[in-house]
């Protein structure tokens, strides 16, 4: 079946620091990957998206790369900023396109 | 552009009572879902509904009711209020091929 695995949380970062937050999936024939934010007291917000292998989505300085051969769905972002505070989700949509999958989220919170 | 409109935005039930959660989207999308978001539980897919006329049973479906009349509402009834239900209630839709879900900003139910 179709699953996802997030990196456990909390993570602590200094502002400017470097961010990557794992995300791993096991999928049936080619879902489409996303990346979701959600801020406090807010709903998730849609932050990157890949819909094939290889694709890198980015936004906001925030990128992932769709890695089929590793089933990885890592983001990054250079330079952590407190703004960047958050919930991150990382989900698949399977190939059907009648489910979402999602990861149990990670919580980020940036100290100036 | 509203997206998605969930109403209303906070609720406090007794238990024993009923009410429903209402969800409106203006983006033609097929595909629309119930969330509840309880914390350290992640996201649980409560219904979903692939069209009009059409629901199914997601992860936690038991005292909660959907039904899809028209493409763009979606509604989501509590037959019997618990305090088990007291959660942040996220409604989403979806177009499709490998589009995301666009999530409503909630409603946070208390249920006493």
């Known amino acids: 079946g179709n699953s996802v695995t997030q990196m456990e949380g909390p993570v602590t970062l200094s502002e400017e620091a470097f961010l990557t937050i794992n995300c791993t999936y096991t999928?049936?024939?080619?879902?489409?990957l996303f990346w979701y934010v959600q801020y406090p007291g807010e709903g998730l917000q849609l932050l990157l998206k890949a819909t094939k292998a290889d694709d890198k989505g980015s936004n906001k300085g925030f990128e992932a790369t769709y890695r089929k051969e590793t089933t990885s769905f890592h983001l990054e972002k250079g330079s952590v900023q407190v703004s960047d505070s958050a919930v991150y989700f990382c989900?698949?949509?399977?190939?059907?396109?009648?489910?979402?999958?999602f990861g149990t989220g990670t919580s980020l919170t940036v100290i100036p | 552009n509203a997206g998605v409109t969930q109403t209303p935005k906070f609720q406090v039930l007794k238990t024993g009572q009923s009410m429903t959660l209402q969800c409106a989207q203006d983006m033609n999308h097929e595909y629309m879902s119930w969330y509840r978001q309880d914390p350290g539980m992640g996201l649980r897919l409560i219904h979903y509904s692939v069209g009009a006329g059409i629901t199914d049973q997601g992860e936690v479906p038991n005292g909660y009711n959907v039904s899809r009349s028209t493409t763009e509402d979606f509604p989501l009834r509590l037959l019997s209020a618990a305090p088990s239900q007291t959660s942040v209630y996220f409604c989403?839709?979806?177009?499709?091929?490998?589009?995301?879900?666009?999530f409503g900003n909630g409603t946070r139910l208390t249920v006493t």
């Open positions: 999928a049936t024939g080619y879902p489409s």
């Open positions: 989403a839709s979806a177009g499709g091929g490998g589009s995301p879900l666009h």
């Open positions: 989900a698949l949509r399977g190939y059907t396109g009648n489910q979402f999958y």
